[in-house]
């Protein structure tokens, strides 16, 4: 691997990373608040950026590795120099990465009990790392900087979520520039109608931030259950439900074909999987919990799409529902949103194939020699993207199994163990258990945090990203 | 007539055979061997490639039509071409090309005069529509329609214990305006008077109104009911487009490929169609995917000798009834002597519309059948042609001809020794080869 070419773009990113911390200092000085904190931090970013890019100069071409190793690692040092902020707010090191982290990645999971308690431009700056990383560092980065050409297109495949790319023009960067505008387009909206809602506009910024990345982080420790207004949580259910969906189709919703919603095969399948699963879990929810029908279905439908675009926003405690509840709420956990969107998890797409898959297994089994290609909108779906989506699902699985694993190893009870590691793998934030949507991650031992930080990592990175290169041939030259 | 037919294979040299006692024919080929086989007709070879311009500068003069049959599409597609260019009278020449390729043709016969080719003929597709026709009609072997539609022309086989059998021709309760055209035996054709004798294993062709053919086909049994199992070995271009046509239908379709990227190809292409990648002379796929269970077994792979084999196992393991596609024409008769059902061969159709085009005014639509023996033909007469203003009992209409169908006015009729055909009236004849030449005289 070429060291000079992969720290000289991480300079870049870094220098990048600290203008735009920029941001949460005006905040600051806006509502008056401790400018120390941001200051230091586009400071010590900006300077590490500067030397970086200073000291390695290369500009050699890169290849698949180098592009592996600078968004594995571009996602590590966001997450390591935005969290300078936490800590210098007074967060432990390994809080604040935590915080930092679950804020790139989108995963929602806060080591916070007390949010209130913390400075408007901390909170701000906390929903604001999730809106970038929405969307990916990344994939802005290619935006912002034109001299990637080629390269930024391994970037963009290391980064971006789902099986396949999703090339809405023929260049890297104009597909990236499209999406981002998508994204920021749709978030105005979504702040006009959460003010609308009767919501601050810091509020409505906040939390607008966090609902089109999928994100979760809330500036109240009740979440959203905090406005208690059906109104708000109709708009951020409709929001959470089309960050979960592919920004592509959005694309092509909006611009070129307004019928393209109902051809998608994913688009029909998230769907149909939010539909059932908010119906059953209402059912539940009525007969289990004695709720009425029309609490239990806002309920139902807010959570469902919540924890399924692993968004991680509550309206109620659902640690404290029964079984039959959280046990629909687990199921959505494994299978995330759309690929091409916001949200983590397996996506529902690679679950589609998937079942295909195995349906093509059972046929074949009754017509050993028949062909039969698995098709994704008409298109048939090539031999190693299956092989990757497999490869992919067992990967992901072990990585659940070991971290639950450690988990339990550290003293943690089954199911908190279970759910924090499917909640930071598949990016969704809150679990069962100690970590529930009403409770913190501060409880974790400090091993297990480590661990979980390090789930929100691969999981946000889809894996391959991360784990190729603890594979020796990454290594040789 | 000046003909020029490029190509001296199968179907060009059947087409010279054809034509060259009432024609001019100059035959070109490169094969050595092939020029030797038609220089025992009566017709002018060369040997060279037949693309070549200065070949074709020499012996397109006074050229009425150019044949381009070769095995290579492009050879073809450029020899029409070519030809067009540099004839003198580029109105009075037709150029016809026989190409392959699907992706320079896309029905069974088009025309393409912007790049100089009349008429452009795809074996392959002309074969697979043929099949589908069959198809469509279980009990029939051969059918083909006339006048756009208004007349029907089926072939059944009698089978020994049928009710036809033993009878003679006028004791047939046939429905109304139908008529027994020819019979079959063994090699021997008949056009059938009121006391011919049907026997056991004749096949008959019958010519009707559609809404009366419906009854006729009744009387074959087999009436149209469930769903028909069909399966066809070999997905090539014949296999696949075939595919496509049936797959509208309501049949349960297999199709065998022993190729598997084409098998993908098929497979992608339809959805509902059930790929399987194997060889047809698998006997365990066979019986693994239910083949005594089969309606219809078509056999459609390049190769003739595994067609005939895959049939006969077919066939064999209790298959009611297989379709066998032969490219050699000669071996259509000897397939259905050893029981193939239906024979059939890509080759006749560019046959067909070749001859079409060498009758001259009047001709429609033309058929073959059993081969070359026979053909019906469709004319439309005109106030000049000699047929016409007469009774037909007062014509000296050859013996191996019959008038089978008149539509005159929209009106299907059976024309008896009184009729009297006017100009406009749309004549569907039965013809020997033989007398296809008289024939022709009387609609001139």
Request: proline share 3%; with cysteine.
């Amino acid at each position: 691997m070429n060291h000079g070419v992969v720290l000289n773009v991480l300079g870049a990113l870094l220098r990048f990373l600290g203008a735009i911390m920029v941001v949460p200092l005006l905040v600051a000085l806006y509502y008056g608040d401790s400018l120390y904190p941001f200051l230091a931090a586009v400071i010590i970013t900006g300077l590490t950026g500067i030397l970086l890019s200073y000291k390695y100069k290369s500009t050699d071409e890169w290849k698949a590795r180098e592009g592996f190793a600078i968004v594995a690692f571009g996602w590590l040092a966001a997450a390591i120099f935005g969290s300078i902020p936490f800590m210098l707010d007074g967060f432990s090191p390994i809080n604040a990465i935590f915080e930092s982290m679950s804020g790139f990645t989108t995963t929602g999971a806060t080591i916070l009990l007390d949010i209130e308690s913390h400075s408007k431009s901390i909170l701000f700056w906390r929903s604001m790392t999730q809106w970038i990383g929405g969307m990916g560092i990344i994939m802005l980065f290619i935006v912002i900087l034109p001299k990637l050409g080629v390269a930024g297109r391994q970037l963009f495949r290391a980064e971006a979520p789902g099986p396949t790319e999703d090339k809405i023009k023929p260049r890297i960067r104009e597909t990236a520039k499209i999406l981002w505008i998508v994204y920021l387009f749709i978030s105005i909206i979504e702040v006009a109608a959460l003010i609308l809602a009767k919501m601050s506009l810091y509020d409505a910024v906040t939390h607008t931030f966090t609902t089109m990345a999928c994100g979760g982080f809330s500036s109240y420790a009740n979440s959203v259950a905090a406005f208690n207004s059906p109104f708000i949580e109709t708009i951020i259910t409709f929001f959470m439900f089309i960050a979960g969906a592919n920004f592509a189709l959005h694309y092509r919703t909006l611009y070129t074909d307004k019928q393209s919603f109902l051809k998608d095969d994913e688009f029909k399948f998230y769907s149909l999987i939010i539909a059932v699963a908010t119906l059953v879990l209402t059912f539940s929810l009525w007969s289990d919990m004695g709720e009425t029908i029309v609490t239990a279905f806002r309920y139902a439908i807010f959570q469902v799409v919540s924890i399924m675009t692993t968004t991680g926003f509550a309206t109620v405690d659902f640690n404290q529902w029964t079984d039959s509840g959280k046990i629909i709420l687990l199921a959505v956990m494994f299978v995330g949103g759309c690929a091409g969107s916001t949200s983590g998890g397996i996506k529902v797409v690679r679950l589609f194939l998937l079942l295909k898959y195995a349906q093509r297994a059972l046929f074949r089994s009754i017509h050993p020699k028949a062909v039969k290609p698995i098709k994704l909108n008409s298109k048939t779906v090539p031999d190693d993207v299956m092989q990757a989506i497999v490869s992919f699902v067992v990967i992901y699985f072990m990585i659940f199994a070991v971290s639950t694993g450690l988990l339990s190893l550290l003293g943690m009870d089954l199911i908190s163990s279970l759910t924090s590691s499917i909640a930071t793998l598949g990016n969704i934030g809150p679990g069962f258990g100690v970590v529930g949507p009403m409770a913190s991650f501060d409880v974790v031992p400090f091993i297990g945090k480590l661990v979980l930080i390090a789930n929100m990592w691969i999981g946000r990175l889809e894996v391959f990203t991360v784990i190729v290169m603890l594979t020796p041939e990454f290594w040789r030259r | 007539m000046k003909i020029v037919i490029i190509g001296a294979g199968e179907v060009g040299y059947h087409i010279a055979k054809a034509l060259y006692q009432t024609n001019d024919v100059v035959i070109i080929d490169k094969n050595e061997e092939a020029c030797e086989r038609a220089d025992e007709l009566d017709v002018h070879v060369l040997h060279g490639n037949g693309a070549n311009v200065s070949i074709l500068n020499d012996i397109l003069e006074g050229a009425d039509l150019l044949v381009a049959v070769t095995g290579s599409d492009e050879v073809n597609i450029v020899a029409c071409m070519g030809s067009k260019l540099i004839a003198k009278d580029k109105d009075k020449l037709k150029t016809v090309a026989m190409v392959s390729n699907p992706d320079y043709i896309d029905k069974p016969v088009t025309k393409r005069p912007q790049i100089g080719i009349e008429v452009m003929i795809c074996p392959e597709l002309s074969l697979a529509s043929e099949i589908a026709r069959i198809l469509a009609i279980p009990s029939a072997i051969d059918v083909e329609y006339f006048a756009d539609g208004k007349v029907e022309m089926m072939e059944f086989v009698v089978p020994e214990n049928h009710s036809f059998v033993n009878k003679h021709v006028q004791e047939l309760h046939l429905a109304n305006c139908c008529i027994v055209s020819a019979l079959f035996r063994d090699s021997e054709v008949i056009i059938p008077h009121g006391d011919d004798i049907i026997k056991g294993n004749d096949r008959i062709v019958v010519i009707g109104k559609p809404d009366s053919m419906v009854e006729v086909r009744d009387m074959f049994g087999e009436k149209v009911g469930k769903r028909s199992k069909v399966m066809i070995i070999g997905g090539g271009i014949v296999g696949f487009y075939l595919a496509k046509l049936v797959a509208k239908s309501d049949f349960d379709l297999k199709i065998i490929e022993s190729n598997k990227e084409r098998s993908m190809v098929i497979a992608e292409e339809l959805p509902d169609v059930l790929v399987l990648n194997g060889d047809g002379t698998d006997i365990d796929l066979l019986k693994n995917e239910g083949i005594s269970n089969m309606d219809v077994v078509i056999s459609v792979t390049n190769s003739d000798e595994k067609n005939l084999l895959c049939s006969l196992l077919a066939k064999q393991l209790g298959v009611k009834k297989v379709i066998a596609r032969s490219d050699r024409s000669d071996y259509v008769s000897l397939f259905e002597m050893v029981g193939v059902d239906s024979a059939v061969s890509p080759r006749q159709t560019t046959i067909n519309e070749v001859l079409k085009l060498t009758f001259g005014q009047g001709i429609e639509s033309i058929a073959s059948i059993e081969g070359e023996k026979a053909e019906i033909i469709e004319y439309t007469t005109s106030k000049k042609s000699k047929i016409v203003g007469k009774p037909l009992k007062n014509m000296k209409f050859p013996s191996g001809a019959i008038i089978s169908m008149v539509v005159h006015k929209g009106n299907t009729v059976i024309p008896r020794g009184e009729y009297v055909i006017e100009g406009g009236d749309r004549v569907v004849v039965f013809s020997l080869q033989s007398a296809n030449a008289e024939v022709e005289k009387f609609f001139k």
